[in-house]
Nanobody, 121 residues
């Protein structure tokens, strides 16, 4: 069973930066697509960024140019570097992992417990 643990959330002022980490354990990391999602209060959970086993990444339009997803296959960890943060980035950020053959299926795979990111004006 895949277990995901996110760390790195916190409170930051607008314009600041944070880096989130997600540690993956319980299976073969290289077989999985990893992603970051976020959920603001009263809203649906939205995709932020994805990264394939080969390192190809995609981003939501709202974070392009500000956020960067990366993965360290030696540490079984992915990261989300968030720069130029805005109050509208405030949300709980979740890590998701799914086998590559099920890419694009958030209804499958495993979720972390989430980490709160709060951006003050």
């Amino acid at each position: 069973q895949v277990l995901l643990t996110e760390t790195g959330g916190g409170l930051v002022q607008a314009g600041g930066s944070l880096r989130l980490s997600c540690e993956f354990i319980g299976s073969t990391f290289s077989l999985y697509v990893l992603a970051w999602y976020r959920q603001a209060p009263g809203k649906e959970r939205d995709l932020v960024a994805t990264i394939t086993a080969g390192g190809s990444s995609n981003y939501a339009d709202s974070v392009k140019g500000r956020f960067a997803i990366s993965r360290d296959n030696a540490k079984n960890t992915i990261y989300l570097q968030m720069n130029s943060l805005k109050p509208e980035d405030t949300a709980v950020y979740y890590c998701h992992a799914v086998r590559t053959s099920y890419f694009g299926r958030p209804d499958l795979g495993s979720w972390g417990q989430g980490t709160q990111v709060t951006v003050s004006p």
